[in-house]
DNA sequence: ATTCTGAATAATCAACAAATCGTTCAGTCT
DNA sequence: AGACTGAACGATTTGTTGATTATTCAGAAT
């Protein structure tokens, strides 16, 4: 029982080195059984699958992550506002500097992506439940209050898209890249017209 | 000299029934050569390449495509938020509409902007220009007043891409789309705190 | 002189064979 | 009985060959 986990993680050490030494397409379960003195078939006594042995080190690693965003959100000395620009921009610059300096880490959460589907949307439904969590921070601290803060998440997450996935950069440096997501969050802050906001505001709910 | 004109005309004729008709991919140039009672080589006289008789159809088609947008964003009778509103969905469906019953086109679209990352900025720098007449046309009206319009519509493009990219779409239907675009459209307009919008304005020019 | 042809060329694609690799499972070991 | 092995299997990838096709250009036709 105890045992198992002990040999679970020893798989996911000798498999999160041969990944992120020879990338995920290149290492095969034969050599990671072999790091870890065991034939190819005991591996799937512990993983249903090599997909699900790059799943289980991807989760460890954006758990870590999630922790520190969850910190970000409801930073205490910050406001709203600023909270949200953290956020967004630790986002963008984990996913920048994975693409940059760890193209195969980036290679391996693109084939998790496109693979397990589910799985990148667990991750979405993560950071939307962290912006939810920095909305109802807001409303604590009296910063602003808003109805439907699940739907606004989803919207938040929606406009900011492009920022989340490198195939829509095109070649845009990291200064290009933070420039626009500060220009699309003021838009989202204050909105095209502040001042006309009260004349649609009732409206708007259709 | 005029002559040249109607040779043109008639390869991008020959082209568009092919290309409609059976694929960007699956038709040759010698087909298209012979429809137009040449030889192959008589094609490159007037033009570059195969992808350039493809971009000419696309330009075309885009042309008229564009008029349209541009009517929608000055439209008498309706306030600037029904403006961007009729042409943000206006292009969303024509993207859906073109990926559900043209594929042959879409899959055309897909090449070019690839083949030709050029082509696809100049679509974009376009739209923008569009946006920027919606913006202007709002400021004669005295519905809001935006201080850099370029700017502001690269915004509204950032964070409206996702509407723009199929790729991104994977099942999602139409109606699900346009409910999250109007959601979108919603953060855009009014902001996420309308009413705190005084407070924050002045400190945003950081 | 200009317009066009069509064979030659080089790049790309399709199809097939060989090899590799993920996965399974009958059976061994402890 | 439970943990593990490794040969066997089928799917996927890789490598190779032949054909197709975009493009060029020397020269024919007008």
Not at 16 to 25: L, V
Not at 32 to 56: H, Q, T, W
Not at 175 to 187: A, H, N, S, T, Y
Request: one cysteine or more.
């Amino acid at each position: 029982m105890a045992e198992k986990d002990t040999v679970r993680d020893q798989i996911v050490e000798a498999a999160k080195k041969r990944f992120s030494h020879f990338g995920y397409a290149k290492t095969t379960m034969a050599e990671v059984a072999g790091d870890c003195a065991m034939s190819p078939g005991n591996l799937y006594r512990f993983f249903p699958g090599k997909l699900d042995i790059a799943e289980a080190i991807a989760t460890e690693d954006y758990s870590k992550h999630l922790d520190h965003l969850r910190k970000i959100a409801v930073a205490p000395g910050k406001d709203a506002r600023q909270r949200l620009h953290d956020l967004l921009f630790e986002e963008l610059r984990r996913t920048y500097h994975k693409l940059e300096k760890d193209p195969r880490a980036y290679q391996m959460a693109r084939v998790i992506s496109e693979e397990r589907p589910k799985f990148a949307n667990w991750m979405l439904e993560n950071e939307r439940k962290i912006l939810v969590e920095l909305m109802e921070e807001a409303e604590r601290r009296g910063e602003f209050s808003i109805a439907d803060k699940e739907f606004t998440a989803e919207m938040v997450q929606a406009a900011t898209m492009k920022f989340r996935y490198p195939q829509l950069w095109s070649k845009l440096t990291l200064p290009k890249l933070e420039r626009e997501l500060e220009g699309v969050m003021d838009l989202i802050v204050r909105g095209l017209c502040p001042n006309a906001g009260a004349e649609h505001t009732a409206e708007a709910a259709e």
